[in-house]
């Protein structure tokens, strides 16, 4: 089964970028037909999808998000990123990544505040 | 695609039935919906594929029906660990919205 883990800044000030890792482990992510996603749950809310990056390498991203969010991989490094510019306090979340939506990451806190 | 799930809380006892909906804005021929539970301070877990496909290691009180724009969990028989948040995922055709998750609560 493979394994993820998100790694990254858990304090990002406002208008900045946040940017998040994923690495994945006991699998590759350059192999198989699979979408690697970012979701996030901001407190009180439910689960929003953010986007997929394609083992191809394709993407695809939220429309209320797409302007600012960049998903992308490194093979050598066997890991997926995230990047969301010019972040507010709404983007105060627990960011999730997954393999499609059977293997999950256990969630990273990141609080957007000066 | 945007899923509407109800109702939003659902208060239950121990050994009772659940019956959760997911309804989708638009009819969809395939058969990309999930479940997913989720507890506080843990990762969501994959209950359904597939519309009615149990992941792995769920239990079979786990059950998943509907086609179409209506979907329905089924939960028999509940037991305390049930009680949760549940969401449904449309995962067809991007983007893969949730919906907005019923709460399962005692």
């Known amino acids: 089964q493979v394994q993820l883990q998100e790694s990254g800044p858990g304090l990002v000030k406002p208008s900045q970028t946040l940017s998040l890792t994923c690495t994945v482990s006991?699998?590759?992510?350059?192999?198989?037909?699979?979408?690697w996603n970012w979701v996030r749950q901001p407190p009180g809310k439910g689960l929003e999808w953010i986007g997929y990056i394609h083992y191809s390498g394709s993407t695809y991203y939220s429309p209320s998000l797409k302007s600012r969010v960049t998903i992308s991989m490194d093979t050598s490094k066997n890991q997926f990123s995230l990047k969301l510019t010019s972040v507010t306090a709404a983007d105060t979340a627990v960011y999730y990544c997954?393999?499609?939506?059977?293997?999950w990451g256990q969630g990273t806190l990141v609080t957007v505040s000066s | 695609m945007v899923l509407t799930q109800s109702p939003d809380t659902l208060s239950l006892s121990p050994g009772d039935r659940a019956t959760l909906s997911c309804r989708a804005r638009?009819?969809?021929?395939?058969?990309?919906l999930a479940w997913y539970q989720h507890k506080p301070g843990q990762a969501p877990r994959l209950l359904i594929y597939g519309v009615s496909n149990r992941a792995t290691g769920i239990s079979d009180r786990f059950s998943g029906s509907g086609s179409g724009t209506d979907f329905t969990l089924t939960i028999s028989r509940l037991e305390p660990e049930d009680f949760a948040m549940y969401y449904c995922q449309y995962y067809g055709v991007p983007p893969f919205d949730f919906g907005q998750g019923t709460r399962l609560e005692i």
């Open positions: 997954a393999r499609a939506g059977s293997d």
């Open positions: 638009q009819s969809t021929n395939s058969v990309s």
């Open positions: 006991s699998g590759s992510i350059s192999s198989g037909d699979h979408y």
